[in-house]
């Protein structure tokens, strides 16, 4: 099997038909279906099913169009990097950054320094939930992301960057039996009502499963992923949140909202570096990571949280 053959397959399968690709490609139609039956005898399985309207890729087919456009593009990269090699890291790195976190506040920071080291660097970053993470890191459409580590995911490595507390935020105007360093029971907690993310979220997932094993219950006002939203709503005291400290700093820096470390249990949340645990990075893609993952924890261990173990 060799990448001309791959490549000719999935123009067949993007095409619909073997004489469009064969358009698009400029070799001719018995030469293209000749390479299509070179590959489906060196795999032992038929790939398309030909008809009237054209071609439809089988269930082998869509397995091996899918390993043909990871393998292709590994490729493409490699001969990028080789030719580029001694040179600065150029290209393009995309970051998913966690919403309803402090990730977002480090984007000035990060996109300056890349700026400064990389010139040649052109950093995509999006929010993205934990929920399509593993596919995207997966399949290549993102290179690396700064999330809440949701635990283990097939295909994924998560680099553990920082363990911080968890803090119940509200009102100035909630009054909240706490102890001498300013902390509060989670039992104390589960008087308030609460806005918080979605099921699929690593936080409402940490509150829901210390909840259940103390016997308390969620007082939940409504799911929010919006901050803008979130800052109204405790604005206007009509509940609370539960978030670490430093997304609470970050989150709502110029809010006097009360701040109180949850105790009694501890509840505790990890800030990680997601990247694919089966594909090397670009040469780009890796200087990032390093810049980043130094940065967070130049910038976090400093003030939050404790070093990973």
């Known amino acids: ?60 087919g869509h397995a091996l169009y899918r390993h043909a456009q990871t393998i292709l593009r590994l490729v493409d990269e490699a001969r990028q990097d080789v030719a580029t090699s001694g040179d600065a890291p150029s290209g393009r790195v995309s970051i998913a950054i966690a919403p309803y976190s402090m990730a977002s506040s480090l984007a000035p920071q990060i996109v300056g320094e890349v700026r400064r080291r990389y ?16 596919e995207a890191i997966k399949n290549g459409k993102l290179d690396m992301a700064l999330i809440y580590e949701p635990g283990e995911i097939r295909g994924v490595r998560f680099t553990t960057m920082i363990v911080e507390d968890l803090y119940v935020v509200t009102n100035p105007e909630v009054e909240l039996e706490v102890d001498a360093n300013d902390a509060v029971s989670l039992r104390e907690v589960a008087k308030l009502d609460f806005f918080l993310p979605e099921s699929n979220h690593t936080i409402r997932q940490l509150v829901d499963k210390a909840l259940a094993e103390q016997g308390l219950s969620l007082r939940l006002a409504g799911e929010v992923e919006s901050v803008p939203s979130l800052w109204r709503l405790l604005r206007a005291n009509l509940g609370a949140t539960i978030l670490p400290r430093s997304a609470a700093d970050a989150l709502f820096p110029d809010q006097n909202f009360r701040v109180h470390r949850i105790i009694e249990p501890a509840l505790q949340c990890k800030i990680a570096l997601c990247t694919a ?20 924890k130049a910038q976090l261990l400093a003030h939050y949280g404790s070093d990973a173990v």
Do not use: C, N
């Open 119 to 134: 010139p040649d660097i052109m950093l995509h970053l999006t929010e993205i939930v934990g929920g399509v993470l593993s």
């Open 277 to 296: 645990d089966h594909e090397p990075m670009s040469e780009a893609a890796s200087a990032v990571l390093i810049l980043l993952r130094d940065m967070v």
């Open 1 to 60: 099997m060799d990448t001309r053959k791959l490549e000719y397959f999935v123009k067949i399968v993007d095409s619909g038909s073997i004489t469009k690709a064969a358009a698009a490609l400029h070799v001719a139609q018995p030469a293209l279906s000749q390479q299509v039956s070179a590959l489906e005898k060196d795999l032992k399985q038929r790939l398309l099913i030909r008809s009237k309207q054209g071609v439809e890729p089988t269930a082998a």
